[in-house]
């Protein structure tokens, strides 16, 4: 039972650094970027909607 703890331990500790990597890549910043700017982006084209419909 130990043998199975230890390793799915190992498993999860694994898939935890992958899944650090990933996101600390350098690779992924301009998505992550885009992604962060989304919010913004959306209220400005709620805006356009609005006044094009109070027009």
Same mark, same amino acid.
């Given at each position: 039972m &130990? $043998?199975?703890?230890s390793?799915?331990?190992?498993? +999860? ?5 992958? +899944?650090?990597?990933? &996101?600390? #890549?350098? !690779?992924?910043? #301009?998505?992550?970027?885009? &992604?962060?700017? $989304? ?5 400005? #084209? +709620?805006?356009?909607?609005? !006044?094009?419909k109070?027009?």
């Amino acid at each position: 039972m &130990a $043998l199975i703890q230890s390793i799915w331990t190992i498993i +999860v500790m694994v898939i935890f650094f992958g +899944v650090v990597v990933w &996101a600390f #890549s350098r !690779k992924r910043k #301009s998505e992550f970027d885009d &992604a962060a700017h $989304l919010p913004i982006d959306d209220d400005d #084209s +709620v805006e356009k909607i609005v !006044k094009e419909k109070q027009q």
